[in-house]
T-cell receptor, first 114, second 115 residues
């Protein structure tokens, strides 16, 4: 059973507009959430994270929002740039439980058109 | 720092063959991980290690073995390759608990095809 779900396999936006990538989770024990970005033929790279004690974290053009009651998080990219075209993975961990493991979603392929 | 390195980049195996995927990190990280990514799927944890001499199973360990004799190296062994093991394999490392003290840093991956 998927504990982390990214229901949109792909998303296409115009350069300069906002990209919103969504992620849902089922395990209420998850207390830390991360977004990774992956280009073809490369490994994933860390983008931004958020602790469950927060509802928003911002880093430059990237903002992650967390709605714990809905078990939902989203990544906003503003403004979107062609170099943002990649696959974005949502991941979650249960750190209070002492887990060393991340659980990943299937990813959303973002295409930013010039 | 080279970060996390993986060899080989590509490999084609015949059913029943064995091979070792190599992974090394030069960041003095305690934690190391092996993931596989099947087409259209997320990363699934195969094995992980919290330090030299300590390994544990992840979500999909069957058909694989690991060892961690040094902090730097974490090889993944396939003993009897099967078509179901066709995948891209990623090694990762982190200094501390993923998401708490550090993020995971990934290698470039090994694309394995079993025919």
């Amino acid at each position: 059973d998927q504990q982390v779900k990214q229901n949109s396999p792909s998303l296409s936006v115009q350069e300069g507009r906002i990209s919103i990538l969504n992620c849902d989770y089922t395990n209420s024990m998850f207390d830390y959430f991360l977004w990774y970005k992956k280009y073809p033929a490369e490994g994933p790279t860390f983008l931004i994270s958020i602790s469950s004690i927060k509802d928003k974290n911002e880093d430059g053009r990237f903002t992650v929002f967390l709605n714990k009651s809905a078990k939902h998080l989203s990544l906003h990219i503003v403004p979107s740039q062609p170099g943002d075209s990649a696959v974005y993975f949502c991941a979650a961990s249960d750190n209070q439980g002492g887990s060393e493991k991340l659980v990943f979603g299937k990813g959303t392929k973002l295409t930013v058109n010039p | 720092n080279a970060g996390v390195t993986q060899t080989p980049k590509f490999r084609i195996l015949k059913i029943g063959q064995s091979m070792t995927l190599q992974c090394a990190q030069d960041m003095n990280h305690n934690y190391m991980y092996w993931y596989r990514q099947d087409p259209g799927m997320g990363l699934k944890l195969i094995y992980y290690s919290v330090g030299a001499g300590i390994t544990d199973k992840g979500e999909v360990p069957n058909g694989y073995n690991v060892s961690r004799s040094t902090t730097e190296d974490f090889p993944l062994r396939l003993e009897l390759a099967a078509p179901s093991q066709t995948s891209v394999y990623f090694c990762a490392s982190s200094y501390g608990l993923a998401g708490v003290t550090d993020t995971q840093y990934f290698g470039p991956g090994t694309r394995l095809t079993v025919l």
